[in-house]
């Protein structure tokens, strides 16, 4: 969820019939509704796989009673199980960890309003709150979701990699080099997986439009699973620290601005928190290989969301830029492969999107 879009209520066009019929009966239900066919529709802004709308009535109290509608993005299937995902959500409800799930339609859900602030670019930087979202990443990754606990990542990317070889020209192919980055995922998948690294229940698109905090209590709520699945948890904080230097309420939301990706003082901060909730006070050794773990999952996880904007730009209709995303986070995957894994691996030599180079040490 994100920000309201001000530029405003629709009653009528932007929900699909099924989805009115099942909002209206709803609130006919609930007595303080001064009228059930009044529904204000309201877009939030920075969804960039679904369409997501707050729906509220006027009461007859001073708040509004509010809910959200999540309508499914066309042909996401192709990023995860749609109905993985459902069971997933219902199971977080039930644990108490993000809103209920209200109601079911042909292409998307009703869910709980929860009366929190969604997060913003900037929080994410903020010491305290970053602490407390440390600590309920934790809380989240020990958690026992049912079913096979294991790492999904390496499959994935195979799989997305597939998908955007067979929905691109050859031109993109070649642009991007998707010839070489099967390559790239095993050398990613054999010199970072390891018999003692930590896996987890991870949500895999912590960015922050995905948290929210009650500002009373300050408790952190994190919401929207479309992506979650069992992973290396230093894969899930590395695509955190990653989505730092993102704005997705800008003009440009296509944007990254890697300058404000976080220092290691305060990455080491972070990781002291998440380690620390173990009750255990991490040493100097296991802190550094931590940091260094995490740091090496960036390169994953820029070539997983580089590969979801070749597709995006495929499936999606949703306004934004997701060549030129892509094109950012392979770059940044080429220029920080040497340092962080300190040989190429492969001979690519660069790559472009038709306009740009994305420059590659390889």
Known sequence: MGPVDNAIVNKEGRLPAEAKRILQSMASSWNDITDPNELQVIPLKGAMTNAV????????REHSQKVIVRIYGESVDIFFDREIEI???????????????????SNGRIEEFIHARTLSAPDLRDP????????????FHDLD??????VVLWDRLRKW?????????????????????????SILEKNLSGDDERIGFCHND??????????????????????????????????????MAADYHTETPHILDYSKYPDLEERQRFLCVYLSCSGDQPSDLKMEQFVQEVEKYTLA?????????????????IDFDYIEYARQRFQQYWSRK??????????TEGATDGNQEIIGHC
């Open 87 to 105: 069971r997933t959500f219902e199971f977080m409800s039930k644990q108490g960890q993000g809103p209920r799930l209200l109601a079911r339609f």
């Open 206 to 243: 912590l960015q922050y439009g995905n948290i929210m905090i009650d500002e009373e209590t300050r408790s952190i709520t994190i919401i929207d699973y479309e992506y979650a699945s069992y992973n290396p948890v230093a894969f899930d904080i590395a695509n955190h620290f990653c989505e």
């Open 301 to 317: 996880n820029h070539l997983f969301w580089g590969l979801w904007g070749i597709i995006s730009e495929h499936v999606n209709d």
């Open 338 to 347: 040497p340092e962080l894994l300190g040989s190429c691996g492969s001979t």
């Open 128 to 139: 305290k709150i970053s602490s407390l979202i440390a600590a309920k990443m934790k809380e």
């Open 53 to 60: 709308y707050q729906i509220k009535w006027p009461t007859n």
């Open 161 to 185: 990699l597939s998908a955007a070889k067979s929905m691109s020209s050859p031109e993109e192919v070649e642009a991007f080099h998707l010839d070489a980055i099967e390559e790239e995922i």
């Open 145 to 150: 979701m049912p079913g096979p606990k294991t």
